[in-house]
């Protein structure tokens, strides 16, 4: 559905396949399964284009702008969504800090979709940006929030299907906290038919929610693991994922953390039982010694940074099909 022509609190996830997948205007990225998995397959052969080919989209945005509200800190998704606006033509205003303090957040909605054409939003809560999306006409973008990481998730798969060329039948094996990066890599990895097995701590697991979600919509034969064991879920990968031990917001929590999450550190010895041709990945940024060791996230086989390019290309897609 089309935010511009809607009423106001009529939602429109799910309903992909009423339209072409080019363009999606109105719909809103809240979380992963807002984007359906054909749509997902259609954003990144659009984002290979993109990223091999700027130059036809140079104007696509032109006279379009975006607000970007940020609550937390941020360096590759603020700069990539800036210069992904940019690189298109259209323009963005950033505010920092925290969002809904002064106003509700419905108010704030009916004022940002009054002067721009889309949200990006990076909160603590989920609820703000169901929220933010709820009340605005204009389509409202998840740059991270407690519980998922959607825009990360695009760009790893991008950078995983330049790595194997396929995406079906890979194993990504996720080690570390069970956390949004780690949410959204199940569902959107699990329904372009990436296998995906989470290793954490005991009381560090995924929601069970959101794992039974991707298993409801994994693509047919993918298998879903959740594993106290890391070398389980490492053994055969063909990517190895991790993240920080405590995420924004976490902060009081780090010291317990780091003595719970000791022995799930990727280091050469757990890297090992990935297979030869495995890669290693992080959303960046790292604690280097504590979730991941130098000598791995240094290694060749290390695609960091490429993941970290993507994330530009993936939400350049992502901005063409949404507004
Ligand atoms: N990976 C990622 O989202 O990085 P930032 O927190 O720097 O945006
Ligand atoms: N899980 C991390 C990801 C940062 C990109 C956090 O939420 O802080």
Same mark, same amino acid.
């Given at each position: 559905?089309?935010?511009?022509?809607?009423? @106001?609190?009529?939602?429109? $996830? #799910?309903?992909?396949?009423?339209?072409?997948?080019?363009?999606? @205007?109105?719909?809103?990225?809240?979380?992963?399964?807002?984007?359906?998995?054909?749509?997902?397959?259609?954003?990144?052969?659009?984002?290979?284009?993109?990223?091999?080919?700027?130059?036809?989209?140079?104007?696509?945005?032109?006279?379009?702008?975006?607000?970007?509200?940020? &609550?937390?800190?941020?360096?590759?998704?603020?700069?990539?969504? &800036?210069?992904?606006?940019?690189?298109?033509?259209?323009?963005?205003?950033?505010?920092?800090?925290?969002?809904?303090?002064?106003?509700?957040?419905?108010? !704030?909605?009916?004022?940002?979709? $009054?002067?721009?054409?889309? *949200?990006?939003?990076?909160?603590?809560?989920?609820?703000?940006?169901?929220?933010?999306? $709820?009340?605005?006409?204009?389509?409202?973008?998840?740059?991270?929030?407690?519980?998922?990481?959607?825009?990360?998730?695009?760009?790893?798969?991008?950078?995983?299907?330049?790595?194997?060329?396929?995406? &079906?039948?890979?194993?990504?094996?996720? !080690?570390?906290?069970?956390?949004?990066?780690?949410?959204?890599?199940?569902?959107?990895?699990? $329904?372009?038919?990436?296998? !995906?097995?989470?290793?954490?701590?005991?009381? #560090?697991?995924?929601?069970?929610?959101?794992? &039974?979600?991707?298993?409801?919509?994994?693509?047919?034969?993918?298998? *879903?693991?959740?594993?106290?064991?890391?070398?389980?879920?490492?053994?055969?990968?063909?990517?190895?994922?991790?993240?920080?031990?405590?995420?924004?917001?976490?902060?009081?929590?780090?010291?317990?953390?780091?003595?719970?999450?000791?022995? #799930?550190? !990727?280091?050469?010895?757990?890297?090992?039982?990935?297979?030869?041709?495995?890669?290693?990945?992080?959303?960046?940024?790292?604690?280097?010694?504590?979730?991941?060791?130098?000598?791995?996230?240094?290694?060749?086989?290390?695609?960091?940074?490429?993941?970290?390019?993507?994330?530009?290309?993936?939400?350049?897609?992502?901005?063409?099909?949404?507004?």
């Amino acid at each position: 559905m089309n935010k511009d022509s809607a009423a @106001p609190l009529r939602r429109s $996830r #799910y309903s992909a396949d009423r339209a072409a997948l080019w363009k999606l @205007p109105g719909r809103d990225l809240t979380q992963d399964l807002d984007l359906s998995a054909r749509e997902l397959s259609y954003l990144l052969d659009l984002a290979a284009r993109v990223k091999q080919d700027p130059a036809p989209f140079a104007t696509a945005l032109a006279g379009r702008y975006l607000s970007l509200l940020f &609550e937390k800190p941020s360096l590759r998704t603020r700069l990539t969504f &800036e210069l992904a606006i940019k690189q298109l033509g259209g323009d963005a205003v950033l505010t920092t800090g925290p969002i809904g303090d002064r106003e509700p957040l419905k108010d !704030v909605a009916r004022n940002l979709d $009054r002067w721009t054409h889309g *949200i990006v939003a990076r909160t603590f809560s989920q609820a703000t940006i169901e929220e933010l999306a $709820r009340w605005s006409r204009v389509p409202v973008i998840n740059a991270l929030s407690d519980r998922y990481h959607p825009c990360q998730a695009l760009a790893d798969m991008l950078t995983l299907k330049e790595c194997f060329g396929r995406l &079906e039948g890979l194993k990504l094996a996720f !080690v570390g906290d069970g956390n949004n990066v780690a949410h959204s890599l199940l569902l959107t990895g699990a $329904r372009l038919g990436v296998h !995906v097995a989470v290793a954490t701590p005991a009381g #560090y697991e995924p929601s069970a929610a959101i794992v &039974e979600e991707a298993r409801r919509h994994a693509a047919p034969g993918v298998r *879903i693991t959740v594993t106290h064991d890391a070398a389980e879920a490492v053994r055969g990968a063909d990517a190895v994922y991790t993240d920080v031990w405590t995420s924004m917001g976490q902060e009081a929590e780090s010291e317990q953390r780091r003595r719970d999450f000791r022995d #799930y550190q !990727v280091d050469e010895n757990l890297f090992a039982l990935a297979k030869r041709s495995a890669v290693f990945m992080h959303c960046l940024p790292s604690k280097r010694g504590e979730e991941v060791t130098d000598a791995v996230i240094e290694s060749e086989r290390s695609v960091v940074f490429d993941q970290a390019e993507n994330r530009l290309h993936a939400q350049k897609a992502l901005l063409l099909m949404l507004l």
